[in-house]
């Protein structure tokens, strides 16, 4: 069974632009959630997708969004990028939002320059 | 807010060793406690969710027990091994956001190290 699937794995930004990252959920995962961190903090919660909704967002700006499609495949969006927005971006799909594990994808290094 | 402390931030021991530590978690409205293993240039992988007072888990050397009323967990591994280096997260739910939503919140790690 295919884990999941981050990409990019690496990307270079300037500040200004915007950036779109996604992530596919392991076969049969609805729940998608959407994670930053960055040094000195831990994963900070950005969003949860199921069945295409979004069910919760964290304490982040408007600038981040996200989406999620029919196939449970889910894009985030970060637009006006700042020298903050530099993280490790992980995603995670799950079976049961409650009780079962997630499953992280290797991530998508953000880097602003 | 709410707050999940870990402790200690890092730890060094020798191979052979056995080691634990602690996650702490509001005592209240609790739905589930989880456990996950970060090794370098890896993903987090999950070691064990717990939900229920009392719980006690265990995978191979590794166990962890979970006491929901004073709001603490304990990770527990047993002749410790280099390949048990890794940054070891816990993340809690609470009770209102488990059915409907799914917000996990995760405390800063307890970095482990073996030395061989």
């Not at chain 1, 699937?5 to 950036?19: D, E, N, S």
């Not at chain 2, 993903?43 to 064990?48: C, G, I, K, R």
């Not at chain 2, 229920?52 to 047993?78: P, Q, V």
């Not at chain 2, 488990?98 to 996990?104: D, K, R």
């Amino acid at each position: 069974k295919a884990g999941v699937t981050q990409t990019p794995r690496y990307l270079i930004k300037t500040r200004g632009q915007q950036v779109t990252l996604s992530c596919s959920p392991i076969s049969g995962h609805r729940s998608v959630s959407w994670y930053q961190q960055t040094p000195g903090q831990g994963l900070q919660f950005l969003f949860e997708y199921f069945s295409e909704t979004q069910r919760n967002k964290g304490n982040f700006p408007g600038r981040f969004s996200g989406r999620q499609f029919s196939n449970s495949r889910s894009e985030m969006n970060v637009s006006t990028l700042e020298l903050g927005d530099s993280a490790l971006y992980l995603c995670a799909s799950s079976l049961d939002p409650g009780g079962q594990p997630q499953h992280f994808g290797d991530g998508t290094r953000l880097s602003i320059l | 807010i709410l707050n999940v402390e870990q402790s200690p931030q890092s730890l060094h021991v020798q191979e052979g060793d056995s080691t634990n530590f602690t996650c702490s978690f509001p005592s209240s409205n609790f739905y589930a406690l989880h456990w996950y293993r970060w090794e370098t240039a890896k993903s987090p992988e999950a070691l064990f969710v717990m939900t229920l007072n009392g719980d006690e888990k265990k995978k191979g050397r590794i166990s962890a027990t979970l006491n929901t009323k004073e709001g603490y967990s304990y990770l527990y591994i047993k002749g410790s091994q280099p390949e048990d280096s890794a940054t070891y997260l816990c993340a809690f739910l609470p009770l209102g956001t488990g059915a409907g939503s799914y917000q996990l919140t995760f405390g800063k790690g307890t970095k482990l190290s073996v030395i061989p």
